[in-house]
Every structure is written in C-alpha cells, then in structure tokens.
C-alpha cells in the first residue's frame, strides 16, 4: 500500500513536473485553453491566408464571436486591418487575407496580454519588414548564437523541416513580411539553379503568411558561377546575365521580393571593383528586377582603410550619389555610423539623402552585446534611434535575425524579445518599450503582476546596465578581436588595419581620453544637421552617453554630476556591475511564478552576465587606469583581477561560431 502511494506520488510529481517544464521553443505564441468562439469568414475569395487567420481564431480565441471578411477600404494599406466591436460581434476586415491574419493575430495578442478588445484601424508604418539572416550555405551563422542555421540546405528542396512553418508563424504573428535568407557576405552559390529550387521550396511554406523571400547576392556571380570575364555593371554580359538569372528566379518564385548587396565592403567584390559607382551597381540589378517588381536593397555598409574618420566614411561615399538611385533601390544604412555599437549615435546619412529611398538596419543578434549569455532588450536602443529619425523618412526597416536551431529560437529566452520587438516596431514604431516588453512577458511567461512588473522594469534597464559595463559614455569598440565577446581595450594585432584595433577608438593616453570628432578633430560632427552638428561639437552640450564618441577629454574633465571624468567612467562601469547583481535578485525574487526549466536557464546565464560584467568593469578601469594614474574612487567595488592575468584570456571561440558550453568553461 505504501509502495503503491509512493509511486503515484512519483508519478503525479513528474507530471507536474512535465507540465511546468517549457523549453521556450512556443515563443510568445502559447495560447491555451479553449477557444470556442464562432468564426465567419464572409468572403467569396478563398486563400490559404485567410484560412490560416480564420484557423488561428478558430484554436485560441475566446471572445465575441469574429466576421472575416476583404473589403477594399480607402483608409487602409494591403496590410491593414479594421476591427469594430459591437452588438455582441467582432468585425474584421482587409483588404487581403494577410490583413486578415495580422488581425487574428492582434486579437489574440490582446487576449493573451489581457488588454482591452477594441475597435480599431491599423496600418503598418512601413511596408517591407524584413529580417537578414546572416546564414551560411553550410548552415554556420555570422554572429549567430543560438545553434545551426534554421536552413537545412542539403534536405531541401524535398524535405520540410515543421519548424519552417513555425518561423514564419512567429513573424507572421509580429507582422513582419520578408526575409534574405542568406548572409550577406553571400556566397555566389546561392543562385545556382540547384539552391533556387531549395529557395523556392521555403518561400512555398512561408506565402501563406505574407513572407516574401530575399536572397544576398554577391556581386561577382556571373564570375563565380559562368566563368563571365567581368562584373561590370556596365558590361553587356554582365546585365544580360542578371536579367536571366532574374528571371529564372521569378520563374520559380513569383511573389520573389528582391535582393540585398553588401558591395565593396570588408572584402565583398562591388562595382568599385570596376571603377564604377554604388549607383551604378544597385541601379544595373533594379532594372534586371523592376518589371518582376522586385527591390534591391543595397547596403551603405562601407569603410576602406583610408585616413578618414571610419565614422565618416559611409556618409563620404553616399552622400554624392544621393539622387542617383532608380526608385526601386533603397540603401539601407546602419542605426550608427560605425557599426552595431551598444551605443551609438545614428548615422549621418539618415536625413542626408533626401532624394533616396532609405532603411535602417538594426541588430537584433548581440553581436557587440554578450552574445546569447546577456539579457539585454533591445527595444529602447531602438526607440533611441526612432527618437532622433523621424520614422516617417524611412522606406523601410530590417533586423540581423538572431534566430537559429536552438529548441528555443534565439539561445537565451530573453532574447526572443528582441525579435518579437523588432517585428512590433517594424509595424509600429512610435509603440513604447515598455508596451511590448510588457506585452511580450504576459504571452511569454506569466501574466502575473508580481512577474510582470519588476521583470518588465528589468526589461527597461537592461540595456543601459550593458552599455554602463561595457563602454560608457561613448566609448565604443574595445571588444575582444574577432568573436566581440569581451573586452580587449589593449588589444593589438600586429599587421591588421588600425581601424579594427580598440586604441583607435578610445584613443587613451596620459593626457584624456576619447575620439575628437568635433572641429578640431575629425569633424565628424559637422555630417549632421546645424542644431545637432552644434549640440555634438561642444562638449559642455554634447549628450554625455555620447561624449567620448565625439570628444577627446582630460581625465580631469568635470562631468554634469560634478565628478571628474575619471571617476565618471568607474563610477558608470560600477553602476553596470551592480544593476546586473540586481537582475539576479529581481530574478530569483519570480522562481515561484514560472517554470523551472526557463527560470533555471535565465539564473543561469545571469550568472554569466554578471562575471562577464565584472570581467569588462575590471579589464577597462585597469587598463585605463595605466593611463589616467589615478586611484579607483574609494566607494566602488574593488576589482578582483590582475590586468596581466585579463589580458591573457583568450576564449575558444571563432569568429563566427561560440558555443555557450565552451563560453561558460572558459579560462578567467
Ligand atoms: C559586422 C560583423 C560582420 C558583418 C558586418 C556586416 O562583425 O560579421 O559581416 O558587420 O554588417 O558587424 O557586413
């Protein structure tokens, strides 16, 4: 008797157990319970699209009875959707069935966030939302951290992995409508007639909600795969071969959205290559897409070892050649002028270019922000950005995917919230960061208020508490060479270009620190708009975040806190240090509220974070220290390493591949 209570006690524990168990592969879409709802599709045109949104509420929904139905409505983009609630019914209407399941899904986000149901006009700001992924053909991701590329290249065409559907669910459900599958360091094999057919094959499972397919092209394909003698741009063979790879390309994949190209930069071949402009090349492959409608979105990604400010460079060369671009290219431009910093300020060229169509291009994989061991939500960065870019002068908006194999999408489950933000403020930009983290918690983990609020305030802080641990005030690339993992402000590889070594940046010496972009430096500066040019240029206006990024300052210098610069920064890299040991109590504080494998996972990797915190606090404030002279402020924490004993770290990591086993086993 007593055996058999034990053993039905075993058994009810591991089912408990089983049930409270979530390895986070649902995302934010975890609906449950019983639906119920009657839903109507009053519609004579039937797709797969709207049989999808009308699915969607058939499983989840648990209100009013919903009407489907595609009206043509003047007040609204394709996208866009209508909801009027009323008399005991729910009316949605669009004028495609992709508006259609962007309204499922809103409705179900409002149930599923307990917000209020009501009627309402939706329209996204823009009309491509697109994510890069940065996936390799051999299914390595560039600054991927959460396992192999979603890709399964060598099982497709023939094999369809469920997890396509999946991913393109999840977009769907954010709203967001394209993806390049492939890296932008592209390899030519991509357009091979052999991987087209594999490309088609995804692009079948991802139309019936709304995502178009986009390819990176390498600009010397007709090279690399037809032995063509040139890449000319203006070479007859050249444009001839494009318009046939194009359309061979749309013979497959009719709704084909277009190219990405990442030219003359880092080693990718261009039109430069050919003495010809970005113009020219962007322009030569929009005429090869135009009549199939297709875009190009031509990256202004670029930076040669020249002696000018790198900062500046990509304003430089596509500034000129503003006006020059057929109306189907837009360029599309990092946030910063350098490149996907944890803080930066944005770009000149935005604002700059006002006869060209542009995009941002934001980061979601954290690449510069501890890969996938630091909670860090990126949303504020974004909203930043959105502060001082008037969201309206953007054509379009792209995120770097940060989505792999992993069980759970993105590595660390937090993370999933940046891809979910991205998706939310592609549609919407002027949404809050709290909104959406907010959000994105209650269909994520719990709806909790004791859960919800302090984690949502977590949420909030986190990306400041990076920035405070990692390169305050302006500070910028002092990462670890190669992987950016950690932090090698000493960092010195004899032979590479002074524009990849962290002394470069932060230029510290016995006199100050920081980077003169103002006029007597760089000037820098002066690629921004007057009001702003003047704001930067000075230092006593100059936003402090960005002060070392436009100013070369003495150690004495006397901050708005009254404190030296010296002990500015120790007090800042101090202040990052700590939040993060309040992450990890405002975490541990929730243990009760969720299950045990997610809050296991994220206890975790906070543990990491904040070593890694201490770690970037102490290399930092040591190596620095060798050139201010001057004491750690007595009433910061004191480091616990030698800088000698920093400075010989070298993690097993390669450029483009971290295992977070080999992260955590690392060598400190
Ligand atoms: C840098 C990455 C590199 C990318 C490059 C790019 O370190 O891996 O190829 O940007 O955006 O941030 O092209």
């Known amino acids: ?33 019983e639906a119920g709802a009657s839903v109507e599709v009053s519609s004579r045109r039937a797709s797969a ?85 940065w996936d390799n053909i051999d299914r390595t991701v560039e600054r991927g951290y959460a396992g192999q590329s979603l890709w399964d290249w060598e099982r497709l065409p023939h094999n369809l992995s469920e997890r396509y559907k999946e991913y393109a669910r999840a977009n769907a459900s954010v709203g967001i409508n394209g993806t390049v599958l492939n890296n932008v360091n592209a390899s030519p094999v991509i357009l091979s007639a052999e ?38 741009p203006l ?6 071969w494009w318009k046939k790879k194009v359309r061979e390309i749309y013979s497959l994949i009719p709704d084909f959205g277009g190219f990405l190209v990442k030219a003359n930069s880092e080693g990718q071949p261009g039109p430069c290559d050919f003495g010809r402009t970005h113009a020219e090349g962007a322009n030569m492959l929009a005429d090869a897409l135009k009549s199939h409608k297709g875009i190009v979105m031509w990256r202004a990604f670029v930076y040669s070892p020249s002696d000018a400010d790198r900062a500046k460079q990509a304003y430089l060369e596509f500034k000129p050649l503003d006006g020059r671009f057929r109306p189907n290219v837009i360029v599309q431009v990092k946030n910063g002028p350098v490149d996907f910093q944890p803080r930066e300020p944005y770009s000149p060229l935005f604002g700059a270019m006002r006869h060209t169509s542009l995009m941002v291009e934001f980061q979601i994989t954290q ?50 919230a940046n891809w979910y933000a991205f998706g939310r403020l592609a549609w919407n930009p002027s949404l809050s960061s709290e909104a959406i983290a907010d959000e994105w918690l209650r269909q994520t983990f719990s709806k909790e208020k004791e859960f919800v609020e302090p984690i949502g305030r977590l949420m909030a802080e986190s990306h400041e508490a990076a920035v405070d641990y990692m390169m305050p005030l302006g500070l910028h690339h002092i990462f670890a060479w190669g992987h950016h993992y950690g932090p090698e402000p000493w960092c010195n590889v004899p032979g590479a270009r002074p524009d990849w070594m962290p002394s470069y940046y932060h230029r510290a010496e016995e006199s100050g620190i920081g980077f003169d972009r103002s006029h007597t430096g760089s000037r820098a500066t002066a690629q921004y708009p007057d009001s702003l040019c003047r704001l930067y240029d000075n230092p006593s206006t100059c936003p402090e975040q960005y002060l070392l990024w436009f100013h070369h300052l003495s150690w004495s210098h006397r901050m708005k806190s009254g404190r030296t610069l010296w002990d500015e920064l120790c007090h800042r890299y101090d202040s990052g240090v700590q939040q993060v040991r309040e992450f990890q109590k405002t975490w541990d504080r929730v243990e009760s509220l969720i299950d045990a494998e997610r809050f296991r996972d994220v206890q975790s990797r906070l543990k990491t974070q904040l070593r890694d915190a201490i770690w970037w606090k102490d290399a930092c404030l040591l190596y620095f220290q060798e050139f201010s002279k001057l004491a750690i402020p007595y009433n910061i924490e004191r480091p616990i390493h030698e800088l000698e004993e920093l400075k010989k770290i070298v993690l097993p990591i390669s450029n483009f591949e971290c295992p977070d086993s080999r992260l955590l086993n690392r060598n400190r």
């Open 1 to 33: 008797m007593k055996h058999r209570l034990y053993l039905l006690i075993c058994i009810t524990l591991s089912f408990i157990n089983q049930m409270a168990a979530e390895n986070g592969s649902r995302l934010w879409l975890r609906q449950s319970g």
């Open 49 to 133: 699209t709207l049989n999808l949104a009308a699915e969607e509420l058939r499983q989840a929904w648990k209100g009013n009875p919903v009407t489907l139905s595609i009206e043509r409505d003047k007040a609204l983009a394709a996208d866009g959707f209508k909801i009027v609630c009323g008399e005991g019914r729910v009316r949605v209407s669009s004028p495609t069935g992709t508006g259609l399941l962007y309204a499922a899904y809103h409705l179900l986000r409002l149930q599923e966030s307990e917000q209020v149901i009501a009627s309402t006009t939706e329209n996204p700001a823009y009309t491509l939302r697109i994510l890069n992924h």
């Open 195 to 232: 991987y087209l057919n594999k490309v088609k094959a995804l692009a079948d499972v991802f139309r019936p909600y709304g995502i178009r397919v986009y390819l990176s092209v390498n600009f010397a394909s007709p090279m690399a795969l037809d032995s063509l003698p040139t890449a000319d």
């Open 235 to 240: 070479d007859k063979r050249v444009v001839g």
């Open 367 to 416: 690449e510069y922000l501890g890969h996938s061991n630091h909670l860090v939500y990126l949303a504020p960065m974004w909203k930043e950005f959105f502060g001082l870019v008037p969201p309206s002068t953007l054509k379009a908006v792209a995120g770097v995917s940060n989505i792999g194999s992993d069980a759970n999408w993105c590595g660390h489950p937090f993370a999933q």
